[in-house]
């Protein structure tokens, strides 16, 4: 397993996986990996010696809705719709979150 860490801009360390273990962690195949690049579902954190790193974000993401697509027997192409609405329901918890934060200022 090739785990890649790398600081962020505000010196938090990072932990990247190659597509290889998405896909192993997600059950998917190299193929629909790049399928879903190809469709800008999901987007690398950088690409090393062209070996592309993806986030713990979208790792996460990538397995919720791949472990939907598997418990409701979907086809392939529910995944990518399943990670566009995990994505959005993330961001806006994320924004409920800073604007609960700042009303107790």
Known sequence: MTLLM?????????VHFSLE??????????DEILELLEYKTI?????????YFFTTETLNLLVLACK?????????????????YLERIEELQNKIQTLHALSKF
């Open 6 to 14: 790398k600081q962020d801009n505000n010196s938090h360390l990072m």
């Open 68 to 84: 939907q697509r598997n418990d409701y027997d979907m086809e392939f192409f529910s995944v990518v719709i399943n990670y566009q």
């Open 43 to 51: 987007s690398p954190a950088y690409k090393v010696n062209g070996e």
């Open 21 to 30: 273990e998405i896909a192993q962690l997600c059950k998917l195949t190299h």
